[in-house]
C-alpha cells in the first residue's frame, strides 16, 4: 500500500534558523508531491508541488522542496524561519488512478519556533 | 476569486444523528474531495467527486456518503453518528487530472456528544 512518513513528529528551531523537513514516500513511479501548512484549527494551505522537471521547487513564504527519485524523498526546506512558520506541515501524494486524485498524507510534522 | 467554502464552521451533534455538511469548490473546479482528520493525524481520504461521478472511496463506512451537484458543490452526509466521528472535515477542489493541485477549505468542526 502506499504510504508517506514524515520522521519528525515535532522539531523545534530558533527564529532565523535554516530548516528541513523530511518527507519519504513508497511508491514504484512517481507520484505528484505536495507540502501544506496547517495552523491550529484550520484548514490547509498548499506551498509547494512537483509535478515533473527541474527537481528543486520553490514556493510560498521562502520555501523550497527537493525531489530525489533514488531516496524517494521530498524534503522541505527555508534558509531562515520567522515566528509566523509556526505550525504542522503535512506532505503528501497523488497517484492519479482513473482519474482517482486521493492524497495520502503524512502524520504531519510539529514546527516550534523560539525567540 | 472566492477559496473553497465549507458549511457550517463548528457543529455539535448527539451519536445516532445524522448530519450534512456542504462544499463550494472554487470557481471552475469540476474536482470536489472529502477528507476527515482526527486531532493529531494527517488527514484521511474519504471521497472524491469529477463531474458528478465518484471517482474514488477511502476506507470508511457505509455510514457515510456524499453526493456532488451540477453546479460542482458537494455534500457530505454521515447517518449513525459516533463519538469516533468527531473530527475537522476537509473539503478540497480541484481543476482534475493532469492537473491535481487541491485547495482546501477552512473546514467543518464536528463534535459528536
Known amino acids: 500500500a502506499q504510504s508517506v512518513t514524515q520522521p519528525d513528529i515535532h522539531i523545534t528551531v530558533s527564529e532565523g534558523a535554516s530548516l528541513e523537513l523530511r518527507c519519504n514516500y513508497s511508491?514504484?513511479?512517481?507520484?505528484?508531491l505536495f507540502w501544506y501548512v496547517q495552523s491550529p484549527g484550520q484548514g490547509l494551505q498548499l506551498l509547494l508541488k512537483?509535478?515533473?522537471?527541474?527537481?528543486l521547487v520553490q514556493g510560498i513564504k521562502g520555501f523550497e522542496a527537493e525531489f530525489k527519485r533514488s531516496q524517494s524523498s521530498f524534503n522541505l526546506r527555508k534558509p531562515s524561519v520567522h515566528w509566523s512558520d509556526a505550525a504542522e506541515y503535512f506532505c503528501?501524494?497523488?497517484?492519479?488512478?482513473?482519474?482517482?486524485?486521493?492524497?495520502?498524507f503524512g502524520t504531519g510534522t510539529r514546527l516550534t519556533i523560539i525567540p | 476569486d472566492a477559496g473553497v467554502t465549507q458549511s457550517p464552521t463548528h457543529l455539535i451533534k448527539t451519536r445516532g444523528q445524522h448530519v450534512t455538511l456542504r462544499c463550494s469548490p472554487i470557481?471552475?473546479?469540476?474536482?470536489v474531495s472529502w477528507y476527515q482528520q482526527v486531532l493529531g493525524q494527517g488527514p484521511q481520504f474519504i471521497f472524491q467527486?469529477?463531474?458528478?461521478?465518484?471517482?474514488g472511496r477511502g476506507n470508511f463506512p457505509d455510514r457515510f456518503s456524499a453526493r456532488q451537484f451540477p453546479n460542482y458543490s458537494s455534500e457530505l452526509n454521515v447517518n449513525a453518528l459516533l463519538l469516533g466521528d468527531s473530527a475537522l472535515y476537509l473539503c478540497?477542489?480541484?481543476?482534475?487530472?493532469?492537473?491535481?493541485?487541491?485547495?482546501f477549505g477552512q473546514g467543518t468542526r464536528l463534535t459528536v456528544v
Open positions: 467527486y469529477y463531474e458528478k461521478e465518484e471517482r
Open positions: 478540497a477542489s480541484s481543476l482534475g487530472v493532469p492537473n491535481p493541485e487541491a485547495f
Open positions: 503528501a501524494v497523488v497517484i492519479s488512478n482513473f482519474g482517482n486524485e486521493k492524497l495520502t
Open positions: 511508491y514504484g513511479a512517481t507520484p505528484y
Open positions: 512537483y509535478f515533473s522537471g527541474d527537481t
Open positions: 470557481s471552475g473546479h469540476k474536482s
